[in-house]
Protein backbone atom coordinates (compact mmCIF):
# COMPACT_ATOMS: atom_id res chain seq x y z
CA UNK A 1 0.00 0.00 0.00
CA UNK A 2 1.10 3.71 -0.40
CA UNK A 3 2.22 5.71 2.34
CA UNK A 4 -1.27 7.67 1.84
CA UNK A 5 -3.27 4.75 2.55
CA UNK A 6 -1.35 4.12 6.00
CA UNK A 7 -1.95 7.94 7.19
CA UNK A 8 -5.77 7.79 5.59
CA UNK A 9 -6.28 4.07 7.23
CA UNK A 10 -4.67 5.68 10.70
CA UNK A 11 -6.95 8.90 10.64
CA UNK A 12 -10.34 6.54 9.88
CA UNK A 13 -9.43 4.18 12.76
CA UNK A 14 -8.87 7.46 15.34
CA UNK A 15 -12.35 9.26 14.04
CA UNK A 16 -13.88 5.54 14.69
CA UNK A 17 -12.14 5.46 18.24
CA UNK A 18 -13.01 8.32 19.47
CA UNK A 19 -16.72 9.16 17.79
CA UNK A 20 -18.80 7.51 20.18
CA UNK A 21 -17.19 9.36 22.78
CA UNK A 22 -18.25 12.66 21.49
CA UNK A 23 -21.80 11.45 19.67
CA UNK A 24 -23.76 9.95 22.99
CA UNK A 25 -27.21 9.54 21.13
CA UNK A 26 -28.04 5.59 20.33
CA UNK A 27 -30.10 6.99 17.34
CA UNK A 28 -26.85 9.10 15.52
CA UNK A 29 -24.68 6.03 16.17
CA UNK A 30 -27.12 3.75 14.77
CA UNK A 31 -27.01 5.73 11.61
CA UNK A 32 -23.49 5.59 11.52
CA UNK A 33 -23.87 1.78 11.56
CA UNK A 34 -25.77 2.01 8.77
CA UNK A 35 -23.22 4.41 7.00
CA UNK A 36 -20.69 1.62 7.95
CA UNK A 37 -22.24 -1.80 5.86
CA UNK A 38 -22.79 1.13 3.27
CA UNK A 39 -19.29 1.77 3.20
CA UNK A 40 -18.81 -2.22 3.32
CA UNK A 41 -20.84 -2.75 0.02
CA UNK A 42 -19.78 0.39 -1.63
CA UNK A 43 -15.69 -1.16 -1.41
CA UNK A 44 -16.79 -4.38 -3.21
CA UNK A 45 -18.53 -2.61 -5.71
CA UNK A 46 -16.03 0.22 -6.52
CA UNK A 47 -13.50 -3.01 -6.92
CA UNK A 48 -15.84 -4.14 -9.59
CA UNK A 49 -16.49 -0.45 -11.42
CA UNK A 50 -13.72 2.03 -10.43
CA UNK A 51 -11.05 -0.68 -10.87
CA UNK A 52 -12.46 -3.49 -13.02
CA UNK A 53 -14.72 -0.87 -15.11
CA UNK A 54 -17.76 -3.59 -15.42
CA UNK A 55 -21.37 -2.06 -13.75
CA UNK A 56 -24.04 -3.69 -11.79
CA UNK A 57 -27.32 -2.76 -10.43
CA UNK A 58 -28.19 -5.88 -9.02
CA UNK A 59 -25.79 -5.52 -5.72
CA UNK A 60 -28.67 -4.92 -3.23
CA UNK A 61 -29.63 -8.79 -4.28
CA UNK A 62 -25.98 -10.09 -2.45
CA UNK A 63 -26.77 -7.62 0.58
CA UNK A 64 -29.98 -9.73 0.59
CA UNK A 65 -28.88 -13.00 0.11
CA UNK A 66 -26.09 -12.65 3.30
CA UNK A 67 -29.24 -10.81 5.29
CA UNK A 68 -31.48 -13.80 4.45
CA UNK A 69 -28.78 -16.19 5.21
CA UNK A 70 -28.19 -15.34 8.35
CA UNK A 71 -31.48 -14.61 9.87
CA UNK A 72 -33.27 -17.79 8.07
CA UNK A 73 -30.37 -19.96 9.51
CA UNK A 74 -30.19 -18.36 12.84
CA UNK A 75 -33.65 -17.19 13.54
CA UNK A 76 -35.11 -20.61 12.01
CA UNK A 77 -33.01 -23.41 12.47
CA UNK A 78 -30.71 -22.25 15.32
CA UNK A 79 -26.81 -22.15 13.51
CA UNK A 80 -24.46 -19.55 15.25
CA UNK A 81 -24.34 -15.92 13.68
CA UNK A 82 -21.04 -16.97 12.54
CA UNK A 83 -21.59 -20.04 10.80
CA UNK A 84 -24.84 -18.26 9.21
CA UNK A 85 -22.45 -15.75 7.80
CA UNK A 86 -20.56 -17.95 6.45
CA UNK A 87 -22.91 -19.50 4.55
CA UNK A 88 -24.12 -16.51 3.06
CA UNK A 89 -21.22 -15.67 2.00
CA UNK A 90 -20.92 -19.28 0.37
CA UNK A 91 -23.83 -18.98 -1.10
CA UNK A 92 -23.37 -15.35 -2.24
CA UNK A 93 -20.30 -16.58 -4.06
CA UNK A 94 -21.47 -19.06 -5.78
CA UNK A 95 -24.52 -17.21 -7.04
CA UNK A 96 -21.87 -14.76 -8.31
CA UNK A 97 -20.33 -17.48 -10.22
CA UNK A 98 -23.24 -18.49 -11.47
CA UNK A 99 -24.91 -15.29 -13.03
CA UNK A 100 -21.20 -13.67 -13.29
CA UNK A 101 -20.21 -16.66 -16.32
CA UNK A 102 -22.97 -15.61 -18.56
CA UNK A 103 -23.51 -11.75 -17.89
CA UNK A 104 -19.71 -10.50 -17.37
CA UNK A 105 -19.98 -11.76 -21.42
CA UNK A 106 -21.81 -8.56 -21.71
CA UNK A 107 -20.40 -4.80 -22.04
CA UNK A 108 -21.64 -1.55 -20.93
CA UNK A 109 -25.20 -0.84 -20.66
CA UNK A 110 -26.35 -4.52 -21.50
CA UNK A 111 -24.20 -5.93 -18.14
CA UNK A 112 -26.12 -3.17 -16.22
CA UNK A 113 -29.27 -3.88 -17.53
CA UNK A 114 -28.49 -8.12 -16.85
CA UNK A 115 -27.13 -7.40 -13.46
CA UNK A 116 -30.56 -5.44 -12.85
CA UNK A 117 -32.70 -8.11 -13.80
CA UNK A 118 -31.03 -9.84 -11.67
CA UNK A 119 -31.66 -7.79 -8.46
CA UNK A 120 -35.24 -7.98 -9.80
CA UNK A 121 -35.45 -11.77 -9.98
CA UNK A 122 -34.05 -11.97 -5.88
CA UNK A 123 -36.63 -9.15 -4.68
CA UNK A 124 -39.30 -10.78 -6.47
CA UNK A 125 -38.24 -14.76 -4.84
CA UNK A 126 -37.96 -12.44 -1.37
CA UNK A 127 -41.55 -11.92 -1.65
CA UNK A 128 -43.32 -14.43 -2.97
CA UNK A 129 -41.54 -17.60 -1.16
CA UNK A 130 -43.45 -16.90 1.98
CA UNK A 131 -42.44 -20.43 3.55
CA UNK A 132 -38.83 -19.46 3.44
CA UNK A 133 -38.23 -16.10 3.71
CA UNK A 134 -41.43 -14.97 5.41
CA UNK A 135 -42.43 -13.47 2.66
CA UNK A 136 -43.80 -9.46 3.21
CA UNK A 137 -43.41 -10.01 7.04
CA UNK A 138 -40.17 -10.98 6.75
CA UNK A 139 -37.83 -12.86 9.26
CA UNK A 140 -38.28 -11.79 13.00
CA UNK A 141 -36.00 -13.19 16.15
CA UNK A 142 -33.05 -12.88 14.75
CA UNK A 143 -30.60 -12.77 17.50
CA UNK A 144 -27.68 -10.88 18.14
CA UNK A 145 -23.64 -11.28 17.02
CA UNK A 146 -21.37 -12.47 19.53
CA UNK A 147 -17.57 -11.77 19.38
CA UNK A 148 -15.10 -13.27 22.19
CA UNK A 149 -18.37 -13.65 24.70
CA UNK A 150 -19.71 -10.44 23.97
CA UNK A 151 -22.91 -9.63 22.90
CA UNK A 152 -23.12 -7.18 20.41
CA UNK A 153 -26.41 -5.51 21.45
CA UNK A 154 -25.43 -2.10 22.24
CA UNK A 155 -25.17 0.69 19.37
CA UNK A 156 -21.93 1.52 20.07
CA UNK A 157 -20.59 -2.23 20.52
CA UNK A 158 -22.02 -3.01 17.12
CA UNK A 159 -20.60 0.66 15.89
CA UNK A 160 -16.85 -0.12 16.71
CA UNK A 161 -17.66 -3.80 15.38
CA UNK A 162 -18.98 -2.40 12.02
CA UNK A 163 -16.52 0.00 11.38
CA UNK A 164 -13.59 -2.55 12.39
CA UNK A 165 -14.80 -4.86 9.89
CA UNK A 166 -14.59 -1.58 7.58
CA UNK A 167 -11.31 -1.19 8.30
CA UNK A 168 -10.46 -5.07 7.81
CA UNK A 169 -12.58 -4.78 4.40
CA UNK A 170 -10.66 -1.62 3.02
CA UNK A 171 -7.12 -3.14 3.99
CA UNK A 172 -7.73 -6.13 1.74
CA UNK A 173 -9.69 -4.41 -0.95
CA UNK A 174 -6.29 -1.75 -0.98
CA UNK A 175 -3.40 -4.76 -0.95
CA UNK A 176 -5.46 -5.99 -3.88
CA UNK A 177 -5.47 -3.11 -5.70
CA UNK A 178 -1.82 -2.67 -5.51
CA UNK A 179 -1.53 -5.87 -6.27
CA UNK A 180 -0.30 -7.98 -9.55
CA UNK A 181 -4.34 -9.01 -9.82
CA UNK A 182 -5.31 -5.09 -9.04
CA UNK A 183 -2.45 -4.59 -12.21
CA UNK A 184 -4.69 -6.99 -14.25
CA UNK A 185 -8.30 -5.41 -13.39
CA UNK A 186 -7.26 -1.89 -14.58
CA UNK A 187 -5.42 -3.10 -17.31
CA UNK A 188 -9.19 -4.60 -17.86
CA UNK A 189 -10.46 -1.03 -17.40
CA UNK A 190 -8.46 0.42 -19.93
CA UNK A 191 -9.00 -1.91 -22.81
CA UNK A 192 -10.17 -5.28 -22.13
CA UNK A 193 -8.64 -6.05 -25.46
CA UNK A 194 -4.80 -4.79 -25.23
CA UNK A 195 -5.27 -6.59 -21.28
CA UNK A 196 -5.60 -10.14 -22.95
CA UNK A 197 -3.57 -9.38 -25.53
CA UNK A 198 -1.01 -8.52 -22.63
CA UNK A 199 -1.92 -11.71 -21.06
CA UNK A 200 -4.53 -11.54 -18.82
CA UNK A 201 -7.30 -13.60 -18.58
CA UNK A 202 -9.60 -11.37 -18.32
CA UNK A 203 -12.98 -13.46 -18.48
CA UNK A 204 -11.36 -15.00 -14.97
CA UNK A 205 -10.55 -11.56 -13.62
CA UNK A 206 -13.87 -10.34 -14.10
CA UNK A 207 -15.49 -13.31 -12.62
CA UNK A 208 -13.12 -13.17 -9.39
CA UNK A 209 -13.86 -9.67 -8.69
CA UNK A 210 -17.67 -10.34 -9.23
CA UNK A 211 -17.57 -12.98 -6.54
CA UNK A 212 -15.15 -10.45 -3.95
CA UNK A 213 -17.50 -7.74 -4.55
CA UNK A 214 -20.69 -10.50 -3.96
CA UNK A 215 -18.60 -11.10 -0.55
CA UNK A 216 -18.78 -7.98 0.77
CA UNK A 217 -22.20 -6.93 -0.09
CA UNK A 218 -22.70 -10.77 1.44
CA UNK A 219 -21.07 -9.81 5.01
CA UNK A 220 -22.38 -6.46 5.24
CA UNK A 221 -26.08 -8.02 4.46
CA UNK A 222 -25.35 -10.68 7.47
CA UNK A 223 -24.44 -7.24 9.80
CA UNK A 224 -27.45 -5.83 8.63
CA UNK A 225 -29.78 -8.67 10.37
CA UNK A 226 -28.12 -9.30 13.13
CA UNK A 227 -28.18 -5.85 14.11
CA UNK A 228 -31.76 -5.05 13.06
CA UNK A 229 -32.78 -8.48 14.61
CA UNK A 230 -35.63 -8.44 11.44
CA UNK A 231 -35.46 -8.03 7.90
CA UNK A 232 -37.85 -8.11 5.22
CA UNK A 233 -38.00 -7.61 1.37
CA UNK A 234 -38.34 -3.36 1.29
CA UNK A 235 -34.74 -2.82 1.83
CA UNK A 236 -33.20 -4.80 -0.98
CA UNK A 237 -35.22 -3.27 -3.89
CA UNK A 238 -33.70 -2.27 -6.95
CA UNK A 239 -33.50 0.99 -5.91
CA UNK A 240 -30.91 0.02 -3.02
CA UNK A 241 -28.90 -1.40 -5.97
CA UNK A 242 -29.23 2.19 -7.91
CA UNK A 243 -28.48 4.29 -4.01
CA UNK A 244 -25.04 2.22 -3.81
CA UNK A 245 -24.09 2.60 -7.28
CA UNK A 246 -24.73 6.41 -6.44
CA UNK A 247 -23.03 6.55 -3.58
CA UNK A 248 -19.34 4.73 -5.68
CA UNK A 249 -19.81 7.28 -8.66
CA UNK A 250 -20.33 10.28 -6.23
CA UNK A 251 -17.06 9.67 -3.97
CA UNK A 252 -15.06 8.67 -6.82
CA UNK A 253 -15.35 5.17 -8.75
CA UNK A 254 -11.44 5.25 -9.27
CA UNK A 255 -10.21 5.01 -5.63
CA UNK A 256 -11.47 2.81 -2.52
CA UNK A 257 -11.34 6.19 -0.73
CA UNK A 258 -13.83 7.15 -2.96
CA UNK A 259 -16.32 4.66 -2.31
CA UNK A 260 -15.90 5.31 1.25
CA UNK A 261 -16.63 9.01 1.16
CA UNK A 262 -19.51 8.91 -1.32
CA UNK A 263 -21.37 6.19 0.81
CA UNK A 264 -20.62 8.29 4.03
CA UNK A 265 -22.20 11.62 2.54
CA UNK A 266 -25.25 9.65 1.18
CA UNK A 267 -25.94 8.29 4.14
CA UNK A 268 -25.48 11.14 6.26
CA UNK A 269 -27.68 13.01 3.72
CA UNK A 270 -31.14 11.66 4.51
CA UNK A 271 -30.44 12.97 8.00
CA UNK A 272 -29.70 16.13 7.10
CA UNK A 273 -32.68 16.50 4.97
CA UNK A 274 -34.41 15.64 7.64
CA UNK A 275 -33.05 17.93 10.22
CA UNK A 276 -33.92 20.47 7.53
CA UNK A 277 -37.74 19.43 7.40
CA UNK A 278 -38.41 22.22 10.05
CA UNK A 279 -37.23 24.76 8.66
CA UNK A 280 -38.60 24.01 5.08
CA UNK A 281 -42.60 23.66 7.52
CA UNK A 282 -41.44 27.49 8.48
CA UNK A 283 -40.98 28.72 5.28
CA UNK A 284 -44.91 27.15 4.07
CA UNK A 285 -43.05 24.07 2.45
CA UNK A 286 -44.08 20.48 3.22
CA UNK A 287 -41.13 18.24 2.51
CA UNK A 288 -41.34 14.61 1.67
CA UNK A 289 -39.15 11.51 2.12
CA UNK A 290 -39.98 10.63 -1.43
CA UNK A 291 -38.15 14.21 -2.43
CA UNK A 292 -35.17 11.72 -1.38
CA UNK A 293 -34.97 10.21 -4.58
CA UNK A 294 -35.24 13.65 -6.30
CA UNK A 295 -32.14 15.08 -4.08
CA UNK A 296 -30.31 12.16 -5.20
CA UNK A 297 -31.02 12.52 -9.08
CA UNK A 298 -29.82 15.38 -8.31
CA UNK A 299 -26.57 15.29 -6.98
CA UNK A 300 -25.62 12.41 -9.12
CA UNK A 301 -26.25 14.89 -12.46
CA UNK A 302 -24.55 17.73 -10.72
CA UNK A 303 -21.85 15.39 -10.14
CA UNK A 304 -21.36 14.00 -13.30
CA UNK A 305 -21.41 17.49 -15.23
CA UNK A 306 -18.93 19.24 -12.59
CA UNK A 307 -17.14 16.35 -10.79
CA UNK A 308 -17.10 13.19 -13.22
CA UNK A 309 -14.11 11.44 -11.08
CA UNK A 310 -15.95 12.50 -8.21
CA UNK A 311 -15.69 14.17 -4.44
CA UNK A 312 -12.28 12.74 -3.97
CA UNK A 313 -10.35 13.69 -6.99
CA UNK A 314 -12.65 17.31 -6.97
CA UNK A 315 -10.78 17.64 -3.41
CA UNK A 316 -7.23 16.89 -4.58
CA UNK A 317 -8.00 18.94 -7.40
CA UNK A 318 -8.79 21.89 -5.18
CA UNK A 319 -5.76 21.14 -3.39
CA UNK A 320 -3.52 20.88 -5.61
CA UNK A 321 -4.87 24.55 -7.27
CA UNK A 322 -4.58 25.97 -4.11
CA UNK A 323 -1.11 25.06 -3.31
CA UNK A 324 0.32 26.05 -6.58
CA UNK A 325 -1.64 29.47 -6.05
CA UNK A 326 -0.05 29.59 -2.68
CA UNK A 327 3.35 28.60 -4.09
CA UNK A 328 2.84 31.55 -6.92
CA UNK A 329 1.90 33.99 -4.52
CA UNK A 330 4.97 33.26 -1.96
CA UNK A 331 7.13 33.46 -4.94
CA UNK A 332 6.13 36.98 -6.24
CA UNK A 333 6.54 38.18 -2.25
CA UNK A 334 9.93 37.28 -2.46
CA UNK A 335 10.62 38.96 -5.71
Known amino acids: MRHKDYMGLGILLLVIIFLPFVI???????????????????????????????ISLGHAAFYALGAYATGILTAKLGWSSWMAMGTGVIISAGVAFLVGVPSLRLKGHYLAMATLGFGAIIHIVLIAAVNMTGGPSGVVGI?????????????????????STVIIGLLLALNLIHSRVGRGLRAIHGSEDAAGSSGVNTSVYKIKVFMVSAVYASVAGSLYANYVNYIDPGPFDVMHSVLLLTM????????????????????????????????FESLGLSYQPDYDTLIYGGILLLMMLFLPEGLVDGMNSIRRITSTMFIRARKKLVF
Do not use: K
Open 24 to 54: TNDYYLGVLVFTALNCLTCIGLCLLMGYAGQ
Open 143 to 163: PSLHFFGIELNTDTRFFYFSW
Open 248 to 279: VAVGGMHTIWGAITGATVLSLLPEFLSSMSDY
